[in-house]
């Protein structure tokens, strides 16, 4: 089965710096990769998704990248503020075309800023 | 528009005991996910249906565990008998699965604890 690594499971940055959060996943047929925003007492939220027909997609201060051939993807927030203080998870699934498949996700950043 | 609605958000009770926690997915949805978030394990994948029918119960821990999805708008997971090491937050989520369309929303979460 699909296992996705996340690194690093802490991450302090001064407020209005970038952060950078890396995953590699091990199954080459995955070709959906979301990522979540966790805060406290609450459930997941995805922030950003990207599949695996593009390289980069955007949403503000929000950035993800995938490289399929080194199976790797990164998720990077520039200008970071107090309210991005949370447990950002990455996840991969694959679509077959049947309908959904469950998520395999990351153990977890938790990104800290630093007013 | 409601979101992922689970039921209870909080459960004590004590080892032995049966426990069913509830979940109705975004009205339209055709996927429903549950998944458990630990501290040693992260999130993981329990179960997930498609239409109403079960695709993968892989993830299920053990013959203790029990899910069901009697209709499009309702799911229960049951624990029968629960141990302490059940205690987690159970998540369910759903998405529009057909159509290549995958985003997850997840509810808020029960918080298990088995005494």
């Known amino acids: 089965g699909e296992n996705v690594e996340q690194h690093p499971s802490t991450l302090s940055v001064q407020e209005g710096d970038s952060a950078v959060i890396k995953c590699t996943y091990s199954?080459?047929?995955?070709?959906?990769f979301p990522w979540y925003k966790q805060e406290l007492g609450k459930g997941p939220q995805l922030i950003i998704d990207?599949?695996?027909?593009?390289g980069e997609k955007k949403d503000q201060r929000i950035a993800v990248t995938l490289n399929k051939t080194a199976k790797h993807f990164s998720l990077h927030i520039t200008e970071t503020q107090p309210e991005d203080s949370a447990v950002y998870f990455c996840?991969?699934?694959?679509?077959?075309?049947?309908?959904?498949?469950?998520?395999?996700f990351g153990k977890g950043t938790h990104l800290i800023i630093q007013p | 528009d409601a979101g992922v609605i689970q039921s209870p958000r909080h459960e004590v009770t004590e080892m032995g005991q049966e426990v069913t926690l509830r979940c109705k997915p975004i009205?339209?949805?055709?996927?429903l996910f549950w998944y458990r978030q630990t501290m040693m394990r992260g999130l993981e994948l329990l179960i997930y249906?498609?239409?109403?029918?079960?695709?993968?119960d892989s993830g299920m821990p053990e013959d203790r565990f029990s899910a069901k999805m009697p209709n499009a708008s309702f799911s229960t997971l049951k624990i029968q008998p629960s141990e302490p090491r059940d205690s987690a937050v159970y998540f369910c989520?759903?998405?529009?699965?057909?159509?290549?369309?995958?985003?997850?929303?997840f509810g808020p979460g029960t918080r298990l604890l088995v005494l």
């Open positions: 989520a759903s998405s529009l699965g057909a159509g290549g369309l995958k985003t997850q929303y």
């Open positions: 199954d080459s047929a995955s070709n959906y």
């Open positions: 990207i599949r695996s027909n593009v």
């Open positions: 996840a991969a699934s694959m679509y077959s075309g049947g309908g959904a498949d469950g998520l395999t």
């Open positions: 009205s339209g949805h055709n996927s």
């Open positions: 249906f498609n239409n109403n029918v079960p695709i993968d």
